[in-house]
């Protein structure tokens, strides 16, 4: 019997998988696409996430950033990251990457999509396109809007805060080595290194439009971009998924199934790593349901600062004091880029 199968092939179940053999536990991950795969993302690993994969094993190439700049146009605040540096690697290298490390531990990959589930004692039950697998554990690694979390009845009525997110890359070598955060009335972009000849510029807001007419809200930002545009926009969205629990018998949420607030903080990728890790040394412990309490510690300041700042956003008047009030309280907002970090 397979120890556990992750329904899901992107960095959270790859990470999930690779862990798991690491462990000595059979790991199995079904996912539809083939190659690596692409979606909107900010692309910056912080410090800790980058750790975490280099102590998995994972090599990959990509830009190191030292640090989180917040800008607005007339004000600006910077903090250094105390312990390592972050790294920004585009999503495709870093899937490929994981894919290469999770190959060479013996993970095996099934093409398809888990369209079924059933829980029985001591085991759980699959069905990969009509194709049965049975597992000790499922993890459902199925991203934002995963259809396994709907299917266990673990998403609570759909908030109406709906922020959406849209990335592209430009053709143009960094110009510093902080990832940075430019606010504007109507959101915020996000601009990370992630080669010596490649930045990406992601834009997350709670209006609907295209691409450029966010990119306008930035003037100062837009003059830097004197590259042409590397690849084309994707999106995502609505980010802020609430869940119920990461645990329901014997399957388990990992990644954005787990449950998302918003991509402001930039720490998605790192909590998805670090939360893999932590699922399997539950798992291995023989206390699965010790993974809800693990996960809720390692996101809680992630949740509350990532809150902390919508709050603020949702509001024309705290939104505009954000960036001043960073550059005026430097040492806490050096406190909140590293704790973050």
Known sequence: MIDVLVAGGGPAGLATAINAARAGMEAVV????????????????MPTGAAALRSMGVLMDG??????????????????FRDGLGIGVRRTVLHAALADRAEDLGVRVVSGHVDGVCQETGSVLASVGGRP????????????????????????RPSRLRRYGLRRHYRTAPWTDFVEVHWAPGGEAYVTPVSDDLVGVAV??????????????FPDLRARLDGP??????????????????????????????????????EGLSLAVSSSEALVSCL?????????????????????????????????????LVVPAAQRLPVLFSAAVRALA
């Open 30 to 45: 079904v996912e539809p696409r083939a190659g690596p795969v692409d979606k909107a993302c900010g692309e910056g690993l």
């Open 63 to 80: 830009r190191p950033f030292r640090g989180i700049r917040y800008l607005d146009g007339f004000h600006r605040a910077q903090a250094a």
């Open 133 to 156: 697998l049975r597992a000790r554990w499922l993890v459902a690694a199925d991203g934002l809007h995963s259809p396994i979390r709907a299917m266990l009845g673990l998403e609570p």
């Open 204 to 217: 997350l807001s709670s209006r609907r439009r295209a691409y450029d007419d966010h990119l306008a809200e």
């Open 229 to 266: 545009a590397a690849t084309p926009v994707r999106g995502a969205g609505p980010l802020l998924q609430r869940v119920r629990s990461r645990v329901a018998g014997r399957v388990l949420l990992v990644g954005d199934a787990a449950g998302y607030v918003d991509a402001l903080t930039g």
């Open 284 to 320: 291995r412990a023989g206390r699965p349901e010790s993974y809800e309490q693990a996960w809720r510690r390692l996101s809680l300041r992630h949740r509350v600062l990532t809150s902390a700042l919508l709050t603020a956003r949702r509001h024309q008047g705290s939104a505009r």
